[in-house]
């Protein structure tokens, strides 16, 4: 059994915490009426998340001082900063995926948000369970640890080689299979996924948009959730930290859509990102990395690749 410094209040305190803050971001961000983020309000919003997780992370340490003592209080803080980084920073890979599909189907921004809505909440779910599933796969087979390295470092070498390239929507064998068995309009109906038509039930492409979305979120969710277990193997600390950077990726997209080729290059430092850390779970026997030295070099690899981005994209 893996050790958290996690008491049972404080799950149940933090899964309140997400259910309220769901709620309150989808009425921010439109309610339940059809509603085009502005880059003003997905900024403000933005800023909100990245607080509320640092704020977190400082309630955190102040909390474990007084319990467990400071040494392990800074050792858990820096965890959880480090994990957020890790899982913020290739949550962007979603945005450019979620761009390609909402441009791929060419669905008004007004209907993105509902999308996205239901999408950040699957994605919750999966990382749930994938959370719950791997943990208790480190705490039965520590040597599995390994291979999450292995994984991430293949990984990363596939995402760089293949930065440059963009995925073949129409052969996707789920949308592929779902325009066989499913009955879909031509054209959307608002923000429904579904309508009745001369007493028959018809499906909307937003539908598809939707299932793609949730597709993404697992791929997503298979290089990720490996990659923390690189700097914690605390179950609370992996899991708050994970949906921390989850809950802000709505507003985030929203923010980088309009620009998102102004950041190309940051998929490669994404794909460094990712086989730096399974080069750090690879050694680990050998060379310990700190957490504060991984912060240093996951932040100079992706500070430079959003500099030469931002360089590029001026000089064009």
């Avoid at 007084?66 to 957020?84: I, N, P, Q, W």
């Avoid at 999308?115 to 599933?133: D, E, F, N, P, S």
């Avoid at 992996?238 to 990726?249: D, K, R, Y």
């Avoid at 500070?303 to 030469?308: E, F, M």
Wanted: hydrophobic share 60%; net charge positive.
């Amino acid at each position: 059994m893996l050790q958290t410094v996690a008491q049972p209040w404080m799950w149940a305190v933090f899964i309140a915490f997400v259910l309220g803050m769901c709620w309150i971001d989808a009425i921010a961000l439109g309610g339940s009426r059809a509603h085009k983020v502005s880059v003003r309000e997905a900024a403000a919003w933005s800023a909100v998340w990245v607080c509320l997780a640092l704020s977190f992370d400082f309630g955190l340490w102040l909390y474990l001082s007084d319990s467990v003592g400071r040494d392990v209080a800074t050792a858990r803080a820096m965890e959880f900063l480090a994990g957020y980084v890790i899982e913020k920073s290739l949550s962007v890979d979603n945005i450019f995926v979620f761009l390609l599909i909402f441009s791929h189907f060419s669905v008004p921004p007004q209907y993105q948000r509902k999308v996205l809505l239901y999408g950040v909440l699957g994605a919750i779910v999966m990382r749930i369970a994938m959370i719950l599933a791997g943990t208790w796969v480190v705490a039965q087979f520590s040597w599995v640890l390994y291979l999450f390295g292995l994984f991430l470092l293949v990984t990363g070498f596939h995402m760089l080689v293949a930065a440059e390239s963009e995925p073949d929507l129409d052969a996707n064998p789920v949308l592929r299979l779902a325009k066989k068995l499913l009955p879909l309009t031509g054209d959307f109906r608002k923000e429904k996924f579904s309508v009745r038509e001369n007493g028959k039930r018809l499906f909307t492409p937003l539908l598809l948009v939707l299932l793609l979305i949730e597709v993404s979120d697992v791929i997503f969710a298979v290089d990720s959730i490996p990659a923390i277990f690189a700097v914690t193997t605390d179950p609370y600390i992996v899991f708050t930290s994970n949906i921390f950077a989850i809950m802000g990726l709505r507003a985030l997209y929203f923010l980088l859509a309009d620009m998102a080729d102004r950041f190309h290059l940051l998929k490669y430092g994404l794909a460094f990102v990712l086989m730096f850390v399974g080069c750090k779970m690879l050694v680990v026997k050998w060379l310990h990395i700190s957490t504060a030295a991984s912060l240093l070099v996951i932040g100079a690899l992706l500070g430079s690749s959003i500099a030469a981005s931002l360089l590029a994209s001026r000089k064009s």
